[in-house]
């Protein structure tokens, strides 16, 4: 049977990115940038002061001390938001806020706490003269132009996951507008005549729709677009009508869960293969081992299982990485980590992902199962913070070892 890894590989070889498209930088917290950004200007873009206090020429401090304290001639008041025309001389300070230009002549800014001006609440006029004790070094309290990202450097690579602070710092940049790639289209549905939505009201032998919730969001979760097609009845005809109504779509990939078993209404394979093909239709894995991949109509589909946690692996391990191609993003969303097994731990040899929950022990993150591992126990995924990845042909792995996860 097809091993997970070439599985993956022959999902994602059929897959290129999006197009591209310019939208505004508000809306591009968890997109995709599609450039590479270089600073058109320095950071900070002028010498300004760090603190609400006095600039002065530090040469002048340098005999202040408590026995003799220095008095200067304040001769400016400088906001933050002007435009500094004074030139400081010998013997003279400016009182100046907090990300304030500094002016011409002056080398450091003593904080306004250090100094005999008492006078701190809002509205209060400059005063004549300040004094202070100490000596003030060149350079203090001034953030020089430049010092924090230079002009011309490179600050963020074209496949980069633009995350809030990122945002921040291309609007100190002055890029208001941003190439990004287009976020991907995905096509749900769910099949089984025993499905009801989440708010009709129960009847004997039907089960609420999980999946579609929850696939649902883990597509939203990875910066996708969910087209929601809705649920299928076990036959030809209604698989049929929502697969068409995909293709009307035109969307980039039709993720559909159960119905690809071997069971005698699992009518999702034959459906496909009438319009398409399919290049396979079990992976040697655990949960999640009916799972199919082709195309129909030319669009590509991935038949997730429909045991709700099956469905949810069978995301992670072959769709996610899937979305992260086609939206051009260069690095994992959910990269794996190392955790030591706190119990040992049986497999049947297949590639398993096992429900874990994560504790720090001495500084090691160590994973315990949660409970039952039965592949419609949703809740055993709920209470998990990681699934851990049990190799192919290892069937047991003992206490301590270290196993890779995938971090919830
Ligand atoms: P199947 O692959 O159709 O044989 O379904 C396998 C199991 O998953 C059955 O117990 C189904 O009832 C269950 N199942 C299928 N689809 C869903 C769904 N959308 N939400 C919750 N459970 C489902
Ligand atoms: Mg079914």
Same mark, same amino acid.
Request: charged content about 20%.
């Given at each position: 049977?097809?091993?997970?890894?070439?599985?993956?590989?022959?999902?994602?070889?059929?897959?290129?990115?999006?197009?591209?498209?310019?939208?505004?930088?508000?809306?591009?917290?968890?997109?995709?940038?599609?450039?590479?950004?270089?600073?058109?200007? &320095? #950071? /900070?873009?002028? =010498?300004?002061?760090?603190?609400? %206090?006095?600039?002065?020429?530090?040469? @002048?401090?340098?005999?202040? $001390?408590?026995?003799?304290?220095?008095?200067?001639?304040?001769?400016?008041?400088?906001?933050?938001?002007?435009?500094?025309?004074?030139?400081?001389?010998?013997?003279?300070?400016?009182?100046?806020?907090?990300?304030?230009?500094?002016?011409?002549?002056?080398?450091?800014?003593?904080?306004?706490?250090?100094?005999?001006?008492?006078?701190?609440?809002?509205?209060?006029?400059?005063?004549?003269?300040?004094?202070?004790?100490?000596?003030?070094?060149?350079?203090?309290?001034?953030?020089?132009?430049?010092? &924090? #990202? /230079?002009?011309? =450097?490179?600050?963020?690579?074209? %496949?980069?996951?633009?995350?809030?602070? @990122?945002?921040?710092?291309? $609007?100190?940049?002055?890029?208001?507008?941003?190439?990004?790639?287009?976020?991907?289209?995905?096509?749900?549905?769910?099949?089984?005549?025993?499905?009801?939505?989440?708010?009709?009201?129960?009847?004997?032998?039907?089960?609420?729709?999980?999946?579609?919730?929850?696939?649902?969001?883990?597509?939203?979760?990875?910066?996708?677009?969910?087209?929601?097609?809705?649920?299928?009845?076990?036959?030809?005809?209604?698989?049929?009508?929502?697969?068409?109504?995909?293709?009307?779509?035109?969307?980039?990939?039709?993720?559909?869960?159960?119905?690809?078993?071997?069971?005698?209404?699992?009518?999702?394979?034959?459906?496909?293969?009438?319009?398409?093909?399919?290049?396979?239709?079990?992976?040697?894995?655990?949960?999640?081992?009916?799972?199919?991949?082709?195309?129909?109509?030319?669009?590509?589909?991935?038949?997730?299982?429909?045991?709700?946690?099956?469905?949810?692996?069978?995301?992670?391990?072959?769709?996610?990485?899937?979305?992260?191609?086609?939206?051009?993003?260069?690095?994992?969303?959910?990269?794996?980590?190392?955790?030591?097994?706190?119990?040992?731990?049986?497999?049947?040899?297949?590639?398993?992902?096992?429900?874990?929950?994560?504790?720090?022990?001495?500084?090691?993150?160590?994973?315990?199962?949660?409970?039952?591992?039965?592949?419609?126990?949703?809740?055993?995924?709920?209470?998990?913070?990681?699934?851990?990845?049990?190799?192919?042909?290892?069937?047991?792995?003992?206490?301590?070892?270290?196993?890779?996860?995938?971090?919830?």
């Amino acid at each position: 049977m097809l091993s997970v890894t070439e599985a993956r590989e022959r999902i994602l070889s059929v897959f290129q990115t999006t197009a591209s498209e310019t939208i505004s930088l508000i809306e591009s917290s968890g997109r995709i940038l599609a450039v590479d950004i270089a600073a058109a200007n &320095d #950071l /900070p873009l002028f =010498n300004n002061s760090a603190m609400d %206090g006095f600039a002065i020429r530090s040469v @002048d401090s340098s005999n202040a $001390a408590p026995a003799s304290p220095l008095t200067l001639s304040v001769v400016a008041d400088i906001p933050a938001g002007s435009a500094p025309t004074v030139t400081l001389g010998q013997g003279q300070a400016a009182r100046i806020m907090t990300g304030a230009q500094i002016p011409a002549g002056a080398d450091a800014v003593i904080p306004v706490e250090h100094t005999d001006f008492n006078e701190r609440s809002a509205g209060q006029p400059a005063p004549q003269q300040v004094t202070f004790t100490r000596i003030v070094k060149t350079g203090e309290n001034i953030r020089l132009r430049g010092t &924090d #990202l /230079p002009a011309g =450097n490179m600050v963020l690579k074209k %496949g980069h996951f633009l995350k809030p602070q @990122d945002l921040g710092l291309l $609007a100190m940049l002055g890029i208001a507008n941003i190439q990004v790639y287009k976020k991907p289209r995905i096509a749900l549905l769910s099949t089984g005549d025993e499905l009801l939505k989440v708010d009709e009201p129960l009847t004997a032998g039907k089960i609420h729709d999980s999946n579609s919730y929850a696939l649902a969001a883990l597509i939203e979760s990875a910066n996708a677009e969910v087209i929601y097609l809705g649920i299928a009845n076990d036959t030809r005809e209604s698989v049929k009508s929502l697969l068409q109504k995909a293709i009307a779509e035109n969307v980039d990939l039709i993720v559909s869960s159960a119905g690809v078993s071997v069971g005698a209404f699992d009518f999702v394979k034959e459906v496909i293969e009438s319009n398409g093909s399919l290049n396979f239709w079990r992976v040697n894995m655990r949960p999640g081992k009916p799972l199919a991949f082709g195309e129909y109509n030319g669009k590509p589909f991935i038949g997730l299982p429909g045991n709700p946690v099956s469905a949810f692996v069978g995301f992670e391990v072959f769709v996610r990485p899937v979305l992260e191609k086609l939206s051009g993003r260069s690095d994992r969303s959910k990269p794996t980590v190392k955790v030591r097994c706190g119990e040992e731990i049986e497999s049947d040899g297949r590639e398993s992902y096992l429900r874990a929950k994560i504790r720090n022990e001495n500084g090691i993150h160590t994973a315990t199962l949660t409970g039952n591992q039965g592949s419609g126990n949703l809740l055993s995924l709920v209470q998990a913070d990681a699934l851990l990845i049990i190799p192919a042909g290892v069937k047991c792995v003992p206490v301590g070892q270290e196993v890779d996860a995938i971090l919830l």
